[in-house]
């Protein structure tokens, strides 16, 4: 069975500081996708980054951006430039490719402080 | 286009009462799916559905059954509810392998 560990349960960053946030994964597939989402207050799911693990270039979405490491099924997500509206919990989530068993495994999260 | 959307945002039930979390999606998403989300647990998957008509058993669905009549529904129904299903629920949406969207959550307590 496919496991997503976070071990970092709460982080911290100064405003306009970057913050690296931690996964691994343990998975026997060769093909699967990764995903970062955060979930502010609101409580609303919201994708941040995905990544497909047939990919060798790391993906890039504006500030947010990951560290893919397939041999050692690693998966940290970058936020640079820390914004006041960054903060939230930040799940880290695995999936296998094929069609039919689309089933999201999700670590456990980091709760993201932004220090003014 | 509304996205998914859940009903109700809260409840609070008795140990044993019945009631259905509603889905609904207008996207055409094939794929439909519900996740509980308890402190400290990370989002676990209930059960899901690969299309109208057809569903299947995640990771934790005791105490919950689903059923899909049609693309754009797919109500979570609690049989007989029980303390330790207190939690955050969230339904998912997709099509053919792309990323799930999730609904804006319901919060349940049961008492």
């Known amino acids: 069975a496919q496991t997503v560990t976070q071990s970092q349960p709460e982080m911290s960053v100064q405003e306009a500081e970057t913050v690296t946030l931690s996964c691994t994964y343990d998975?026997?597939?060769?093909?699967?996708?990764l995903f970062w989402y955060k979930q502010p207050p609101s409580r609303q799911m919201i994708l941040v980054i995905r990544?497909?693990?047939?990919?060798?270039q790391n993906a890039t979405e504006n500030r947010f951006s990951v560290n893919f490491q397939k041999a050692a099924k690693s998966f940290s997500l970058k936020i640079s430039d820390s914004q006041l509206g960054d903060a939230a919990m930040y799940f880290c989530?695995?999936?296998?490719?094929?069609?039919?068993?689309?089933?999201?495994?999700f670590g456990t999260g980091t709760r993201l402080t932004i220090i003014p | 286009n509304a996205g998914v959307t859940q009903t109700p945002k809260f409840q609070v039930l008795k140990t044993g009462q019945s009631m259905t979390l509603q889905c609904a999606q207008d996207?055409?998403?094939?794929?439909m799916s519900w996740y509980r989300q308890d402190p400290g647990m990370g989002l676990r998957l209930i059960h899901y559905?690969?299309?109208?008509?057809?569903?299947d058993q995640g990771e934790v669905p005791n105490g919950y059954n689903v059923s899909r009549s049609t693309t754009e529904d797919f109500p979570l129904r609690l049989l007989s509810a029980a303390p330790s299903q207190t939690s955050v629920y969230f339904c998912?949406?997709?099509?053919?392998?792309?990323?799930?969207?999730f609904g804006p959550g319901t919060r349940l307590t049961v008492l």
């Open positions: 996207m055409n998403h094939e794929y």
């Open positions: 989530a695995y999936r296998r490719a094929n069609f039919g068993n689309e089933k999201l495994t």
């Open positions: 990544q497909e693990a047939y990919k060798q």
């Open positions: 559905s690969v299309g109208a008509g057809i569903t």
């Open positions: 998912a949406s997709s099509y053919r392998g792309t990323t799930q969207y």
């Open positions: 998975t026997s597939e060769s093909d699967y996708y």
